[in-house]
């Protein structure tokens, strides 16, 4: 099968949205796609690279790799207050395997149709296995939301729990045993994470900093303080854990998984005192769960609590170098 026979047959005949969006005035099959974005709103562009062996396991399924690689692009629009639209995908290959473009081809089908999102072009390239994806979305002008607008007063607050994805990628590693329910829920938190579009979006307007934690709390949180050049004071035992996870590595152990883990993909926000109430209704409305972790105060990094008493041995979080 030749490139353009495997571009038309998985990406552009497989993926049906490009068709439907009336926003796409061109998708696949010239030199670039011409989009039209709504009036009044700024452009909101996200890259990230996906490196089998190292962000991914050379086992995982097809359809979950490009579940996941586009998950992972639309949590970077939600931090942002966006709403997602379209997609290009850059596509390394070693070799032109069709069951598994089949099916990566149905997975990326999948989360598009759900997110109502388009595979708008991309590129397919012969080498190690590495997917590319550049995620693209609107927000009404002046309205996206920053990492560096956090003042002293202003709450802190996740959506969701912390914690599961990394202990389900130890799972996954054979590093970490579990019950089957546990098991399950938590290998799905690392494979299957939920970008958080709708309270993104619900935040427009309410939170005054915000990103999503793909790299653990404590290693993210370091960005916002630094952006807004304050320092921010966290309580431990009000960080969320869900019972799979507290069940499974006992409290204190499912507390540092939770601060220092990684790829949650939850949001991560802050919000002054006056719209605390505004926030209580957005995020009702969006049916996403948060919890006010800490508080944003004058000064520099990140102080932990614990039970109000300060705890100077808190993990520091993930790094990539
Ligand atoms: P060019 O040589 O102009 O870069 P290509 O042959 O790379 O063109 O791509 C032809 C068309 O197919 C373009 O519209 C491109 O965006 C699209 N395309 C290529 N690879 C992919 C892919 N993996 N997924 C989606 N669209 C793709
Ligand atoms: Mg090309």
Redesign the pocket.
């Known amino acids: 099968m030749s ?2 026979e ?2 038309e047959r ?3 005949q497989g ?1 049906q949205r490009g068709n439907q969006r009336k926003d796409v005035l061109f ?7 011409i989009l039209r974005a709504p009036d009044n709103n700024q452009l909101v562009v996200t890259t990230d690279t996906l490196v089998e062996g190292i962000h991914f396991l050379k086992q995982i399924e097809p359809a979950v790799l490009a579940y996941k690689s586009v998950a992972v692009n639309l949590s970077d629009l939600a931090a942002m207050g966006a709403d997602p639209a379209w997609l ?4 390394t290959l070693p070799e032109s395997n069709e069951p598994w473009l089949a099916e990566f081809a149905a997975g990326l089908n999948q989360i598009c149709e759900y997110y109502g999102i388009a ?6 390239t012969r080498g190690p296995l590495t997917i590319t994806l550049t995620a693209m979305g609107h927000v009404p002008a002046g309205q996206g939301i920053y990492r560096h607008g956090a003042s002293p007063g202003d709450w802190i607050f996740v959506t969701g729990h912390l914690g599961d994805s990394a202990a389900g990628l130890k799972i996954l590693h054979g590093d970490l045993a579990a019950s089957d329910d546990h098991r399950e829920f938590l290998v799905t938190r690392h494979l299957r994470p939920t970008p958080r579009i709708l309270a993104g979006r619900s935040l427009r307007g309410i939170a005054s900093a915000c990103m999503d934690i793909s790299d653990g709390l404590a290693g993210d949180l370091r960005h916002i303080v630094k952006a807004s050049q304050v320092s921010a004071h966290v309580e431990i035992t009000d960080v969320p854990l869900s019972s799979a996870l507290v069940e499974t590595l006992g409290l204190e152990q499912a507390q540092r998984v939770a601060i220092a883990g990684g790829e949650d993909y939850e949001l991560l926000f802050t919000v002054p005192e006056a719209r605390k109430g505004a926030l209580m209704t957005a995020l009702g409305e969006a049916g996403v769960s948060h919890t006010c972790i800490g508080q944003i105060r004058a000064g520099e990094g990140i102080h932990y609590y614990r039970n109000g008493e300060v705890e100077s041995d808190a993990p520091t979080g993930f790094q990539h170098f």
């Open positions: 490139e353009f495997l571009i998985y990406f552009r993926c998708g696949i099959g010239d030199d670039a796609a290009t995908l850059a596509l595979l708008v072009g991309g590129d397919t």
